[in-house]
Protein backbone atom coordinates (compact mmCIF):
# COMPACT_ATOMS: atom_id res chain seq x y z
CA UNK A 1 0.00 0.00 0.00
CA UNK A 2 2.93 2.61 0.42
CA UNK A 3 4.21 1.47 -2.94
CA UNK A 4 0.87 2.94 -4.14
CA UNK A 5 1.16 5.45 -1.98
CA UNK A 6 3.55 6.98 -3.07
CA UNK A 7 2.80 6.45 -6.85
CA UNK A 8 -0.32 8.11 -6.11
CA UNK A 9 1.51 11.29 -4.71
CA UNK A 10 3.83 11.33 -7.37
CA UNK A 11 0.32 11.54 -9.27
CA UNK A 12 1.28 8.50 -11.34
CA UNK A 13 -1.19 7.19 -13.76
CA UNK A 14 -3.99 5.15 -12.00
CA UNK A 15 -2.64 5.22 -8.61
CA UNK A 16 -5.45 7.24 -6.93
CA UNK A 17 -7.88 5.65 -8.46
CA UNK A 18 -6.87 2.36 -7.32
CA UNK A 19 -6.67 3.68 -3.69
CA UNK A 20 -10.73 5.24 -4.05
CA UNK A 21 -11.59 1.83 -5.25
CA UNK A 22 -10.21 -0.10 -2.30
CA UNK A 23 -11.92 2.46 -0.24
CA UNK A 24 -15.16 2.23 -2.68
CA UNK A 25 -17.51 0.07 -0.90
CA UNK A 26 -17.05 1.48 2.66
CA UNK A 27 -17.65 4.91 1.29
CA UNK A 28 -20.88 3.59 -0.09
CA UNK A 29 -22.21 2.31 3.09
CA UNK A 30 -20.88 5.13 5.09
CA UNK A 31 -22.49 7.74 2.43
CA UNK A 32 -26.02 5.70 2.45
CA UNK A 33 -26.27 5.91 6.49
CA UNK A 34 -26.59 10.02 6.46
CA UNK A 35 -29.12 11.78 5.42
CA UNK A 36 -28.10 15.27 5.19
CA UNK A 37 -30.65 18.22 3.65
CA UNK A 38 -29.05 19.64 0.10
CA UNK A 39 -26.92 16.37 -0.66
CA UNK A 40 -28.32 13.48 -2.20
CA UNK A 41 -26.47 9.97 -2.08
CA UNK A 42 -23.93 10.84 -5.16
CA UNK A 43 -22.74 13.96 -2.95
CA UNK A 44 -21.81 12.29 -0.05
CA UNK A 45 -20.21 9.87 -2.54
CA UNK A 46 -18.12 12.41 -4.16
CA UNK A 47 -17.81 13.62 -0.55
CA UNK A 48 -16.18 10.23 0.52
CA UNK A 49 -14.04 10.49 -2.85
CA UNK A 50 -12.02 13.53 -1.54
CA UNK A 51 -11.73 12.30 1.70
CA UNK A 52 -9.39 9.67 0.47
CA UNK A 53 -7.65 11.90 -1.78
CA UNK A 54 -7.33 14.87 1.09
CA UNK A 55 -5.87 11.02 2.93
CA UNK A 56 -3.38 10.75 0.29
CA UNK A 57 -2.01 14.28 0.19
CA UNK A 58 -1.72 14.53 4.04
CA UNK A 59 -0.34 10.72 4.91
CA UNK A 60 3.30 10.65 5.87
CA UNK A 61 4.86 8.09 4.19
CA UNK A 62 6.46 5.09 6.15
CA UNK A 63 3.77 5.11 8.92
CA UNK A 64 2.34 2.07 7.87
CA UNK A 65 -1.50 2.75 9.04
CA UNK A 66 -2.79 3.89 5.71
CA UNK A 67 -5.61 2.23 5.65
CA UNK A 68 -7.00 2.94 9.69
CA UNK A 69 -6.35 7.00 8.81
CA UNK A 70 -8.15 6.59 5.26
CA UNK A 71 -11.00 5.18 6.84
CA UNK A 72 -11.27 7.17 10.34
CA UNK A 73 -10.68 10.21 7.80
CA UNK A 74 -13.93 8.88 5.71
CA UNK A 75 -16.09 8.18 8.91
CA UNK A 76 -15.22 11.76 10.27
CA UNK A 77 -15.78 14.05 7.39
CA UNK A 78 -19.18 12.65 6.66
CA UNK A 79 -20.20 13.16 10.58
CA UNK A 80 -18.20 16.61 10.52
CA UNK A 81 -20.29 17.35 6.91
CA UNK A 82 -23.53 16.77 8.61
CA UNK A 83 -22.74 18.90 11.65
CA UNK A 84 -22.04 21.35 8.72
CA UNK A 85 -18.80 21.98 9.90
CA UNK A 86 -17.03 21.84 6.71
CA UNK A 87 -17.47 24.00 3.96
CA UNK A 88 -18.67 23.32 0.05
CA UNK A 89 -16.00 21.67 -1.76
CA UNK A 90 -17.75 20.55 -3.95
CA UNK A 91 -16.86 23.04 -6.71
CA UNK A 92 -12.55 23.50 -6.59
CA UNK A 93 -11.51 26.39 -8.13
CA UNK A 94 -8.30 26.28 -8.44
CA UNK A 95 -5.81 22.96 -9.02
CA UNK A 96 -4.84 22.96 -5.30
CA UNK A 97 -7.56 21.26 -4.35
CA UNK A 98 -5.55 19.13 -1.68
CA UNK A 99 -4.89 22.26 -0.17
CA UNK A 100 -7.94 23.34 1.40
CA UNK A 101 -7.12 22.83 5.11
CA UNK A 102 -6.68 26.50 5.59
CA UNK A 103 -10.07 28.61 4.88
CA UNK A 104 -8.86 31.66 4.18
CA UNK A 105 -7.63 29.31 1.02
CA UNK A 106 -11.16 28.85 0.05
CA UNK A 107 -12.87 31.39 -3.14
CA UNK A 108 -16.63 31.45 -3.53
CA UNK A 109 -17.67 29.60 -6.29
CA UNK A 110 -20.95 30.50 -8.59
CA UNK A 111 -22.39 27.68 -6.77
CA UNK A 112 -21.64 29.09 -3.39
CA UNK A 113 -23.65 32.26 -4.74
CA UNK A 114 -26.60 31.07 -5.90
CA UNK A 115 -26.63 29.13 -2.72
CA UNK A 116 -26.14 32.11 -0.64
CA UNK A 117 -28.80 33.66 -2.70
CA UNK A 118 -31.56 31.12 -2.08
CA UNK A 119 -30.87 30.82 1.49
CA UNK A 120 -31.41 34.21 1.79
CA UNK A 121 -34.32 34.47 -0.20
CA UNK A 122 -35.63 31.98 1.96
CA UNK A 123 -34.77 33.94 4.94
CA UNK A 124 -36.61 36.70 3.70
CA UNK A 125 -40.05 34.66 3.40
CA UNK A 126 -39.59 33.86 6.64
CA UNK A 127 -39.46 36.58 8.48
CA UNK A 128 -42.14 37.86 6.40
CA UNK A 129 -44.36 35.24 7.73
CA UNK A 130 -43.72 36.53 11.38
CA UNK A 131 -45.93 38.93 13.14
CA UNK A 132 -44.54 42.46 13.53
CA UNK A 133 -43.60 42.25 17.26
CA UNK A 134 -41.57 38.83 16.60
CA UNK A 135 -39.75 40.29 13.90
CA UNK A 136 -38.95 43.55 15.83
CA UNK A 137 -37.68 41.32 19.07
CA UNK A 138 -35.35 39.37 16.68
CA UNK A 139 -34.22 42.69 15.12
CA UNK A 140 -33.19 44.42 18.13
CA UNK A 141 -31.83 41.62 19.55
CA UNK A 142 -29.70 40.57 16.19
CA UNK A 143 -29.13 43.26 14.23
CA UNK A 144 -29.17 46.18 16.78
CA UNK A 145 -27.35 44.05 18.86
CA UNK A 146 -30.07 45.14 22.18
CA UNK A 147 -29.98 42.67 24.99
CA UNK A 148 -32.92 41.05 25.94
CA UNK A 149 -32.63 43.59 28.92
CA UNK A 150 -32.94 46.75 27.18
CA UNK A 151 -35.72 45.34 25.21
CA UNK A 152 -37.54 44.29 28.13
CA UNK A 153 -36.87 48.00 29.48
CA UNK A 154 -38.45 49.63 26.62
CA UNK A 155 -41.96 47.93 27.14
CA UNK A 156 -44.24 47.03 29.33
CA UNK A 157 -43.14 42.90 29.14
CA UNK A 158 -40.95 41.27 31.52
CA UNK A 159 -37.31 39.97 30.40
CA UNK A 160 -38.57 36.39 30.34
CA UNK A 161 -41.50 36.80 28.60
CA UNK A 162 -39.84 38.56 25.50
CA UNK A 163 -36.90 35.66 25.56
CA UNK A 164 -40.01 33.22 25.30
CA UNK A 165 -41.30 35.64 22.10
CA UNK A 166 -37.64 35.70 21.02
CA UNK A 167 -37.17 31.57 21.35
CA UNK A 168 -40.75 30.83 19.41
CA UNK A 169 -39.85 33.54 16.68
CA UNK A 170 -36.92 31.37 15.73
CA UNK A 171 -39.01 28.52 16.18
CA UNK A 172 -41.21 29.39 13.64
CA UNK A 173 -37.95 30.14 11.39
CA UNK A 174 -36.95 27.00 11.54
CA UNK A 175 -40.28 25.32 10.50
CA UNK A 176 -40.33 27.80 7.39
CA UNK A 177 -36.99 27.38 6.32
Avoid: W
Amino acid sequence: MEKLIEMAKAKENGATETIIEKFKYLIYKEASRYHIPGYDTEDLIQHGYLSVIKCIAMYKLGSNSFNGYCINAIRMNFKALLKGEIKHFREVPNNDMLDFDRADHYEFTIEDEVIAYDEVKKLYVALDALLPFERSVLERYYILGHSMGEIACDSDKSYHQFARIKRKALQKLRALM
